[in-house]
């Protein structure tokens, strides 16, 4: 089984950064696509940021030049560092993995999701 668990959400006033942690525990032999979702309140969830298969990365329009997604492959982690929030950044953030495990089973999935909250 894989887990995906995710840390570094919180409180921060506009205009703050924050940096989220998601780690892939399991027996994984590669990463197809990892990154990042969210879900504001009565939202559907949208992409803020991505790596994909071949290493490329995709970033929502509204997160352009203010988040970074970076990552550890040795240690199956992303990260996201979100600079200059703004109120509109609020909502549950959702790590999400596609990967390889032993003998090429497929998985994909969700981590449980951390909240980010930017006040004005």
């Known amino acids: 089984q894989v887990q995906l668990v995710e840390s570094g959400g919180g409180l921060v006033q506009a205009g703050g950064s924050l940096r989220l942690s998601c780690v892939a525990s399991?027996?994984?032999?590669?990463?197809?696509?990892m990154g990042w979702y969210r879900q504001a309140p009565g939202k559907q969830r949208e992409l803020v940021a991505g790596?994909?298969?071949?290493?490329?990365?995709n970033y929502a329009d509204s997160v352009k030049g203010r988040f970074t997604i970076s990552r550890d492959n040795a240690k199956h982690t992303v990260y996201l560092q979100m600079n200059s929030l703004k109120p509109d950044d609020k909502a549950v953030y959702y790590c999400?993995?596609?990967?390889?495990?032993?003998?090429?089973?497929?998985?994909?999935?969700w981590g449980q999701g951390t909240q980010v909250t930017v006040f004005s």
């Open positions: 999400y993995a596609d990967v390889l495990r032993n003998y090429n089973r497929r998985w994909s999935g």
């Open positions: 399991g027996s994984i032999s590669s990463i197809n696509s």
């Open positions: 790596f994909t298969r071949g290493g490329s990365t």
